[in-house]
């Protein structure tokens, strides 16, 4: 019920909130407000107060139809920020990225946990991982960033994510990552229809492998934005709340979102009315 990372321990007997923090010019969700160092700063110390447990930084912009970044972007987006808030901040920090030579380099500026869109698939990122002994976040995601959206099909959304997500768990553990590391995320909007994040988050709990935490994203999504009737991401605070709830009384462990303070507020409800704790830990 407790995730070390590095020196810092997440406590996940109650859900918990990862705030999100894009080092992008371009972010979809939030404009490109925190490429500016200071602003980013001021962010992160903003979430810590605000009751976030964990702080994901992001240099690489994953939303559909992006383009890719160099590696060298990344590290200059994301390492000197990490350095930084390791000293300025209690809770521990998350890097989102796929790129090996990243995650070694975060690591080594403080980073406790990796959060990883292609759940280790990028060649060397599993023995990186493996070696670097950090924590990670596996995610589903059908295709590429670029294309993903773009008809998006599966026979069973929810079996399908399922399984690849159980693979990922045995090639991480296979590679020498131990269970105790690994979160796992069903991916909402990577690859996915409104429908599929639907089902997806109506059978969460069919997702959850014994004893491996929950991570769920769904803060400011194109499926909030459709069910509200087509509102711009800066509109879709309270749709995006909802899912969280749902998500959390559905057995997920950590959301992420851009919303550290209503989305810790809205938690602590859910979390009184999930009984017993976690789902996912319960025998
Ligand atoms: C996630 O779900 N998502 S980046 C488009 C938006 C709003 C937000 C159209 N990284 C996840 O947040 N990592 C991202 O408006 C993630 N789980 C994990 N583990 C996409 C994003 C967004 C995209």
Known sequence: MQLKLGKQILDLVQPQ??????????SFSDGGAFM?????????????????AIIDIGGESTRPGAEAVSAQEELDRVVPLIERLRREIDIPV??????????????????GM?????????????????ELGVSVVLMHMQGEPRSMQNNPHYRNVVAEVGQFL??????????G????RLLIDPGFGFGKTLEHNLELLRSLRELADPGLPLVVGLSRKSSIGKLLGGVP????????????????????????????????EALKVAAAVRAGGCYNFRA
Do not use: W
């Open 233 to 264: 991401a800066d509109g879709r605070l309270y749709g995006s709340i909802a899912a969280a709830v749902v998500a959390v009384i559905n057995g997920a462990s950590i959301v992420r979102t851009h919303d550290v303070k209503p989305t810790v």
């Open 36 to 52: 500016d160092f200071d602003a980013a700063l001021r962010r992160a110390r903003d979430m810590e107060r605000e009751g976030a």
């Open 166 to 175: 159980s693979e990922r768990v045995r090639h991480c553990e296979a590679a």
């Open 17 to 26: 909130v990862m705030g999100v923090l894009n080092r992008t010019p371009d």
């Open 177 to 180: 990552i131990p269970r105790e």
């Open 114 to 130: 990796i959060n990883d869109v292609y759940a280790l698939r990028q060649p060397g990122a599993l023995e990186t991982v493996a």
């Open 94 to 111: 998350s890097v989102d990225t796929s790129k090996p030579e990243v995650m070694r380099a975060a690591v080594a500026a403080g980073a």
